[in-house]
């Protein structure tokens, strides 16, 4: 309890029992003190929060939180998020996973919580690679990349995961990495609080199967904040524009905030139920419509 | 290593020894993960060295502590710790399955000149007096403890030339 009696949480207060079984090293252990942090300033107690993952090393995240958690399906992160804040809109809805969980298999869903502007944190921790399974290649893997599944060099271009979701419309798109600790909190804190869809994707080095460029060391060779560059977040088409060198360099910090957030799919709903149940007969006789006279 | 959102030229002498506190809360903190995650990967040792720097934040810990409650009582604190970031705790990613003791230790080591190298450049911006002298109290313990830290990695026999690329950490399957 603070001196004005409001309660005020701690990152710790968010932290469970559970011991992360993630590769010592690993990026990921970055970024869930990155979500402690974030989390402790939004201030809202563990038990209002739905921590909802895939499947992959980076989805055993909610576990090591003291929100609900629900490491679910690989690649149904999403519309399982979905189903949670539209039965309980007041929660404060997160979804994580890989690159795989979210733009191999689960890449269908992602246009369509952007269309419907679902009230959602979707944090992606981008390694390239298929962690959990032992290192194949994963949508976001560079081309040439030689794994177990690619012994001569991947023959794909990577997917963008940046540019894809500011194609399709999403209202705040942002980068993190744990090159920049304070970066990575303020911004998870910030798509947080965004009225809407909001993306981070996170550079999260595999310290067993990524390669030596991916590392600590490598990431901040390339890194660059964007609020250095003097980038509105504002302007989507430069946004987009800066997206573009995703692999080559990385820019951290928020590349698109919507100054205008559209109304979210929960409040649509929200004004459409309020609109319909006004000739609707009370509740008590809804079985009367039923049963014919 | 960082900070968010302190005012260092306005600290007054009861938020920079709530400040101290935290950066010790946080290293004791990131150790003991240290020595759960060496326990989980089968590296007793390191595991071992990590509980003995638990401990020594602690201690650190409870004497800055006694400290502030003899000058302040339980006055409210207005620092939190999400206003720091790694500051003495060693980075997240300086552990790795199987390490050595002496590359925990030299892990350790690098934590303390980072802490020190923290209070070196957070001087210049402290205008009060007293918090002045505390930081450069805290700049010379971060000394002392590079000191017994390294005063532990003399103790060490040789390495037996294995590194960590010798083992295969395996993530577990789902
Ligand atoms: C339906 C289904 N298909 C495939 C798998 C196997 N599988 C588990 S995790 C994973 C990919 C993991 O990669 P990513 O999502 O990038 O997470 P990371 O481990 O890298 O954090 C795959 C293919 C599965 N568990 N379920
Ligand atoms: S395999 Fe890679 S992604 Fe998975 S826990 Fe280990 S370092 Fe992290
Ligand atoms: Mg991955």
Not at chain 2, 98 to 126: D, G, I, N, Q, Y
Request: charge should be negative.
């Amino acid at each position: 309890m603070s001196a004005t009696g409001t309660c005020e949480y701690q990152p710790k207060d968010y932290k469970s029992d559970l011991k992360p079984i993630w590769c010592p090293g690993c990026g990921d252990f970055s970024v869930v003190q990155g979500i402690y942090r974030a989390l402790a300033a939004i201030g809202r107690p563990p038990h209002e929060i739905a921590f909802v993952s895939g499947i992959g090393c980076s989805s055993r995240i909610p576990g090591y939180t003291t929100a609900y958690g629900f490491n679910s399906v690989h690649g149904r992160a999403l519309p399982i998020a979905q189903g949670i804040k539209m039965a309980n809109p007041e929660l404060t809805v997160l979804a994580a996973g890989g690159d795989g969980d979210g733009f191999s298999i689960g890449g269908g869903h992602i246009a369509h919580l952007i269309r419907r502007n679902m009230d959602i944190t979707y944090i992606v921790m981008d390694n390239q690679i298929y962690g959990l399974t032992k290192g194949q290649l994963s949508p976001t893997s560079q081309k040439g990349r030689v794994t177990c599944t690619s012994r001569f060099g991947s023959l794909e271009e990577p997917v963008n995961p940046l540019l894809y979701v500011l194609a399709y419309g999403a209202g705040f798109v942002a980068q993190a990495s744990p090159t920049d600790l304070v970066g990575m909190a303020a911004t998870i804190e910030e798509a947080i609080r965004y009225p809407g869809f909001a993306f981070v994707n996170i550079q999260s080095p595999c310290v067993t199967y990524g390669e030596e460029a991916q590392q600590i060391k490598g990431l901040k060779a390339i890194s660059e904040t964007l609020a250095s560059l003097g980038h509105n977040p504002a302007d989507r088409l430069a946004a987009m524009d800066l997206a573009q060198h995703y692999g080559e360099k990385l820019h951290l910090g928020v590349f698109y905030r919507n100054p205008e957030p559209p109304p979210t799919y929960g409040d649509l709903v929200k004004e459409r139920q309020a609109l319909l149940s006004k000739d609707a007969p009370p509740k008590e006789r809804i079985l009367d419509l039923f049963i014919k006279k | 290593m960082a900070t968010r959102g302190i005012d260092f030229a306005n600290l007054s002498l009861k938020d920079a020894l709530d400040l101290a506190i935290l950066i010790e809360d946080e290293a004791q903190e990131r150790y003991e993960d240290f020595a759960a995650q060496m326990d989980q990967h089968r590296t007793p040792e390191a595991a071992k060295f990590f509980r003995y720097m638990v401990e020594n934040e602690a201690k650190h810990g409870r004497e800055l502590t006694a400290r502030r409650l003899q000058l302040f009582g339980d006055a409210p604190r207005s620092v939190t710790p999400a206003m720091i970031f790694d500051v003495e705790a060693p980075d997240f990613d300086a552990a790795r399955a199987f390490m050595t003791p002496r590359k925990a230790m030299e892990a350790a080591l690098a934590s303390e000149v980072k802490a020190h190298a923290f209070f070196v450049a957070a001087l210049p911006a402290l205008k009060d007096v007293q918090v002045r002298a505390l930081f450069e109290e805290l700049r010379e313990e971060e000394l002392e403890h590079q000191h017994l830290v390294q005063i532990e990695l003399a103790k060490l026999p040789p390495e037996s030339g294995l590194s960590e690329e010798d083992f295969v950490d395996e993530p577990a399957p789902q």
